[in-house]
């Protein structure tokens, strides 16, 4: 098929949905498509100075991006929309995959076939934003929706008028874990246990749940990769007489393999006030974090926040250790625990890494998506 994606966010961005667009992107291509992707410029603090941007992501450059300045204030974002709905429609397509809710609104206005990926509920903003939702609902060129978990598929159908047969569940993925290339980014210490955080250090993202277990185990080192240079300003200073925690600041993705190899644990400390980019909200009720299948794909033993949402992927002592999302005696008496008895853990990280590349790899989400989307599509025929 010949896909045109629409990103959301611009690309490059410090935004995790940066990495979703790029290897989304990648994955349709690696099926056999054909994939165009139009995208908002970068914004001036977004990676300046980024010489490519497929490598910078770890992708081949085998779709082309188009990108457009993209305004802040209401009607111009619906000129922006307006002006990539006729780009798009002047470009030859099957259907438009869309992570834009405005975009595809437009997109649906002029007839071009859309599909919607939703990773979020529209209840709590505004009526603007809720009226364009429920509006590209009703037309005639909407194809359906992709969401990223069970819990979002169930709060749609219950609070729009939409059916389970217009939407694909689609959790989100990652790549394969290949070290073959990669040269470790710190010297570890022969003899402890190395405990890592890989993500952004956004609010309700664990990190102060880090500093509370680095001070109770002084043996196991702690490693954060991640964050802006405001965020290492903070937390050095918050940090800055625990000695067994380190941050490193933000790596481009392709290059935290580095880091992760010399990890004996994998932390995912996620809470359920988290915030998003830049402060927006975060879905932590039907989230499917890109972290969590990255950690899988490792076969490194991973503690993680025990979310409702997350038991559709993690099973705990089956593929992940699940610990109370702000108890830090809960987080530090698993470490204790893994500590112990790490055959156990390898075994069950390693059944997380079998699952991921049966079911979650960008790959096979990619494929997923378009087996769903060809028979939406026939029966829109």
Known sequence: MKIIYIAGWPIPSRAANAVHVMKMCQAFVHNGHNVSLICPQAMPDDLDGLENVYDHYGVEEKFEIHSFKKPQSRVGLIFYALRVALYARSKEHEYIHSRCLICSWMCSLIGLPIIFECHNSFINQSRWVNFIFNSLLKKSSFIGLVVISKALEHHLVKHHNISEDQIIVAHDGADPFDVANAKP?????????????????????????????????????????????????????????????????????KDTAGFIQNFDILLATY???????????????????????????????????????????????????????????????????????????????????????????????????????????????
């Open 185 to 253: 980014k710190f010297d570890k210490s022969p003899g402890k246990l190395h405990a890592g955080y890989i993500g952004h250090l956004y609010k309700g993202r664990g990190i102060d749940l880090i500093g509370k277990m680095a001070k109770q185990l002084p043996n196991v080192e702690f490693h954060i990769v991640g964050g802006t240079q405001d965020d290492l300003k903070y937390w050095s200073e918050v940090f800055k007489n625990i000695e067994n925690l380190h941050l490193y600041g933000y790596v481009p993705h």
């Open 271 to 381: 809470q359920k006030n988290a915030t998003g980019y830049k402060g927006a909200s975060h879905p932590v009720k039907w989230m499917s974090p890109l972290k969590i299948f990255e950690y899988m794909a490792t076969g490194i033993p991973m503690i993680c926040s025990d979310l409702p949402v997350l038991h559709e992927i993690l099973r705990d002592r089956k593929n992940a250790f699940l610990c109370i999302d702000d108890d830090a005696n809960d987080w530090i008496e698993t470490i204790k625990y893994i500590e112990k008895n790490y055959e156990e853990a390898q075994k069950i990280a390693q059944n997380a890494k079998e699952e991921f590349l049966t079911t979650y790899t960008w790959k096979k989400r990619a494929e997923h998506i378009c087996v769903g989307i060809k028979t939406l599509l026939s029966s829109n025929a």
